[in-house]
T-cell receptor, first 117, second 109 residues
Framework: SAVISQKPSRDICQRGTSLTIQCQVDSQVTMMFWYRQQPGQSLTLIATANQGSEATYESGFVIDKFPISRPNLTFSTLTVSNMSPEDSSIYLC??????????????FGEGSWLTVV | KNEVEQSPQNLTAQEGEFITINCSYSVGISALHWLQQHPGGGIVSLFMLSSGKKKHGRLIATINIQEKHSSLHITASHPRDSAVYICAVDKTSGSRLTFGEGTQLTVNP
């Protein structure tokens, strides 16, 4: 199993500022993912955080807006840059662990609720 | 059309009722996940399926790979089961998921 600690859990941010979200896992994991959940919607993958190399971003998400760090196999950060009200969302990190050949059990952080005013 | 479709979007039940949530997908997958999200936002993994059926307590999940369809059943539903249930597929066994829109379940006492 994997226990994920994510912070901050909640924040209110001023338009134009940036905020960094941290995700700490209690075991080493190869793959870490960052998701966004806009109000009333399901989760959308922002990027895969790769240890030792640049993150892999999904269509519609760019490094300048969502820079990601992955300095080791237990930690990652996501920064939401130059925020606007449209960035108000829950941001979640996720890892896969304890798997079989078909796939891994998926674990999520508690989520970071960001409100941009 | 979304690669993962869930139905219904919203479901209200009385305590004790048997509940079924459906998930259909249109892509090849290595595994399908059922997740539960409570109002606080936290997400918990309920099941990972690659074939057949799994049971955990009052929850049962089935998958038909040929039909590209999965169902989540809750027996003897309880108000504490009220949550959003999300179906997600892993296309590559790499833990990178594609999500359905979720089903908001409300169980009334």
């Amino acid at each position: 199993s994997a226990v994920i600690s994510q912070k901050p859990s909640r924040d209110i941010c001023q338009r134009g500022t940036s905020l960094t979200i941290q995700c700490q896992v209690d075991s080493q994991v190869t793959m870490m993912f960052w998701y966004r959940q806009q109000p009333g919607q399901s989760l959308t993958l922002i990027a895969t955080a790769n240890q030792g190399s640049e993150a892999t971003y999904e269509s519609g998400f760019v490094i300048d807006k969502f820079p990601i760090s992955r300095p080791n196999l237990t930690f990652s950060t996501l920064t939401v840059s130059n925020m606007s009200p449209e960035d108000s969302s829950i941001y979640l990190c996720s890892v896969g662990a304890s798997g079989t050949a078909a796939g891994n059990t998926i674990y999520f952080g508690e989520g970071s609720w960001l409100t941009v005013v | 059309k979304n690669e993962v479709e869930q139905s219904p979007q919203n479901l209200t039940a009385q305590e004790g009722e048997f509940i079924t949530i459906n998930c259909s997908y249109s892509v090849g997958i290595s595994a399908l996940h059922w997740l539960q999200q409570h109002p606080g936002g936290g997400i918990v993994s309920l099941f990972m399926l690659s074939s057949g059926k799994k049971k955990h307590g009052r929850l049962i999940a089935t998958i038909n790979i040929q039909e590209k369809h999965s169902s989540l059943h809750i027996t003897a539903s309880h108000p504490r089961d009220s949550a959003v249930y999300i179906c997600a597929v892993d296309k590559t066994s790499g833990s990178r998921l594609t999500f359905g829109e979720g089903t908001q379940l409300t169980v009334n006492p």
